[in-house]
């Protein structure tokens, strides 16, 4: 499975749109910042729909109009957020597919999607009976927590491809290399 990888971030790594993106001098910069506000504006949102789920932000205020309220904002940061990280990934798609911490940051995407979807189907068959309680019910607020942490830690992750502690070229452990796809006879870039 890594090879497959591996040769299909090569074949992305040879189209000339991608070499371009990543060696401009302010193309790849204006998409990485936007990446990041475009994360600030969609889990500032998130969260705090999530705290109010959790009884910590505005309990006083009915948790239906918070997330209607922040649902439209925080889904335009998704949307854009979505956009700048394929195109980080198209810029440097070797290093990316072979970076531990971008393997695990997709893992909890895949991770939050799936708690996100949860939530939504769990406020759907719960009704309004609890919107103006100070905190959801204990599966709503298991949710938001989850939700949190996972954030959380994808925020980290995201945060931590940008450092090679452990690229293919040092010559990791069986399990890291295993992990961050390395391929035996190639070096990372």
Not at 8 to 21: H, K, P, Q, R, Y
Not at 26 to 51: C, P, Q, R
Request: glycine share 6%; net charge negative; proline share 3%.
């Amino acid at each position: 499975m890594n090879q497959i990888i591996y040769d299909i971030a090569l074949w992305v790594d040879g189209f000339e749109w991608s070499t371009s993106l990543h060696e401009s001098y302010y193309m790849y910069n204006w998409i990485e910042s936007t990446h990041v506000l475009a994360l600030m504006i969609s889990l500032g949102m998130l969260f705090m729909i999530d705290l109010r789920m959790l009884g910590i932000a505005f309990p006083n205020v009915p948790a239906t109009t918070i997330a209607h309220r922040l649902n439209l904002p925080m889904w335009i940061g998704f949307s854009v957020m979505i956009i700048t990280g394929l195109l980080l990934v198209y810029a440097i798609p070797v290093r990316s597919v072979q970076s531990v911490w971008f393997r695990l940051k997709m893992v909890l995407l895949v991770c939050a999607a799936v708690n996100a979807y949860w939530l939504h189907k769990q406020m759907k068959e719960s009704g309004s009976t609890w919107e103006n309680d100070a905190r959801a019910p204990k599966q709503i607020r298991t949710s938001a927590a989850l939700s949190l942490g996972f954030w959380i830690l994808i925020v980290i992750f995201g945060r931590f491809i940008a450092y090679d502690w452990f690229d293919c070229e040092y010559g990791q452990p069986a399990f890291i290399s295993f992990v961050a796809g390395c391929v035996d006879g190639q070096t990372q870039w």
